[in-house]
C-alpha cells in the first residue's frame, strides 16, 4: 500500500465540481493510505465556508459537504508531534506553518505530498523538501 499525505486543496475538490477533481478522486483508493495533519478538516472548512460565502453553495450544502469529510478515509496526525520539524521547515522555505505542517508528516514518512496549490509546488521547487511536493495535476493513475 502506498501512502500519501495529501493538504486541503486536494480534499476540496473531492466535492467541488471544478479543475482537478478526477486525480483527486484517483487517490481515493484501497491502495493508498491518505494522511494529513489533524488541521486538514479546519482547513477544509474554511475552503467550503468560503464557497458558501461566495453563495456557490447553500448551507445545507455547505454542512452535508463538511459532514462527509469528517468521515473521509484520511489519518488525522495530531499537529502537536509535527508543530517542531514544521516550525523548522517554515523558517528554512519560507512557507506558513500551515503548509510545514503537512510537508512535516511527509518528510517524517518520506512520502508524497500531494498538492492542488501551485504556489506551494513553486515556492519549495528550489528547496531540499521539492521531491516530497507532488501537484495534484501530475497524479493519473494509483
Do not use: Q
Not at 465540481?17 to 484517483?26: D, K, L, M
Not at 450544502?61 to 473521509?72: D, G, K, N, P
Not at 517542531?84 to 521547515?89: L, R, T
Not at 522555505?93 to 501551485?118: E, H, I, K, M, Q
Amino acid at each position: 500500500m502506498r501512502t500519501c499525505v495529501i493538504d486541503a486543496s486536494v480534499a476540496a475538490k473531492w466535492s467541488l465540481a471544478e479543475s482537478g477533481w478526477e486525480p483527486a478522486r484517483a487517490l481515493i483508493s484501497d491502495k493508498v493510505h491518505l494522511m494529513a495533519p489533524d488541521l486538514f478538516l479546519a482547513e477544509l472548512g474554511n475552503i467550503f465556508w468560503k464557497y458558501f460565502m461566495g453563495k456557490h453553495l447553500n448551507r445545507d450544502e455547505f454542512e452535508l459537504i463538511m459532514e462527509s469529510m469528517r468521515s473521509a478515509a484520511v489519518a488525522l496526525i495530531p499537529a502537536r508531534y509535527l508543530i517542531a520539524p514544521a516550525a523548522a521547515i517554515a523558517a528554512e522555505t519560507g512557507r506558513s506553518c500551515y503548509d510545514s505542517l503537512y510537508l512535516a508528516l511527509a518528510a517524517r514518512f518520506d512520502c508524497p505530498l500531494v498538492t492542488a496549490d501551485a504556489r506551494l509546488v513553486n515556492g519549495l521547487a528550489r528547496t531540499r523538501f521539492a521531491r516530497l511536493v507532488v501537484p495534484l495535476s501530475s497524479v493519473v493513475r494509483v
